[in-house]
């Protein structure tokens, strides 16, 4: 009996101890989507629901290593980035994503935690912009993260939509800015340079969200891995997204994390 090989899909991101969102996450969403993952370790965290303790980065030169040993017999259908921690990172993850010819890129600038933390140095950001940002597909930044990224607060609707125009000419391939931290309904706008979808719906009321971001991305890269349009994998990825903080058990005595292992289809 033939058994087809499921789709392959790198996650480049940190490791978090309490299992909830980073590589851990990413793993599982992969697993829900039914695309066989791989993984690049950037830092190792100690965290829980409550917060993170201790953060530790990788070797730029281990980084490397571990996307070598993957690219070179296990090469992905698409990739994502999460949390890349400082400049020598995203340098090496660049230079990598540059020479393997590596497509389908979804970046998700993970700069600061649910509960504060900072997670990227400030001098990284910069380097976020040149040499990650013209490789993507898609980057999907919160709101913070996107206000950090150009430079401005978003207050509004208009703003993430200028927000999302504004990267795209940076370089990105298309962006989709997460407005759940706005004012009223959670809004989400992605922008391809030619044409814009707007995602509206109710807040979920709850606190079990961690790990919503990494898993969001997570989802679009399994559906970009399994050959979706851009808009269509998004759109699973939000209804995903939308089930695993309904359907999410409280665990810890913290932000909960989402339910990875709710309804993909």
Not at 1 to 11: D, E, R
Not at 147 to 157: C, D, K, M, R
Request: aromatic content about 4%; overall charge negative; hydrophobic content about 40%.
């Amino acid at each position: 009996m033939t058994h087809l090989s499921p789709p392959i899909a790198l996650t480049i991101a940190g490791s978090d101890s309490g299992g909830g969102a980073g590589i851990q996450g990413d793993l599982k969403t992969f697993s829900a989507f039914e695309v066989y993952g791989t993984s690049a370790v950037t830092a190792v965290t100690a965290q829980n629901t409550v917060g993170v303790r201790s953060i530790d980065a990788m070797p730029r030169a281990i980084v490397r290593a571990q996307i070598d040993a993957v690219v070179t017999d296990l090469r992905p259908n698409a990739l994502k980035t999460g949390m890349l921690m400082n400049e020598e990172i995203v340098c090496e993850v660049g230079a990598a994503i540059r020479e393997y010819g590596l497509t389908r890129y979804i970046m998700d600038p993970v700069m600061v935690s649910t509960s504060g933390d900072r997670l990227l140095d400030s001098g990284a950001e910069k380097s976020l912009l040149t040499e990650l940002l013209p490789h993507t597909t898609l980057i999907t930044p919160n709101l913070d993260e996107a206000a950090l990224l150009v430079g401005q607060p978003l207050q509004s609707i208009e703003d993430l939509q200028a927000a999302s125009r504004n990267l795209v000419e940076r370089g990105a391939g298309a962006a989709l800015i997460k407005g759940g931290h706005l004012e009223g309904e959670a809004i989400d706008i992605l922008w391809d340079g030619s044409e814009e979808w707007i995602w509206r719906r109710p807040k979920i009321n709850t606190t079990r969200t961690h790990g919503t971001g990494c898993a969001l991305s997570a989802a679009i890269t399994a559906g970009l891995a399994h050959g979706k349009d851009l808009s269509d994998a998004v759109n699973r990825a939000i209804e995903f997204v939308v089930r695993a903080i309904q359907t999410a058990p409280q665990l810890g005595s913290g932000t909960a994390p989402v339910n990875h292992s709710a309804d993909a289809n």
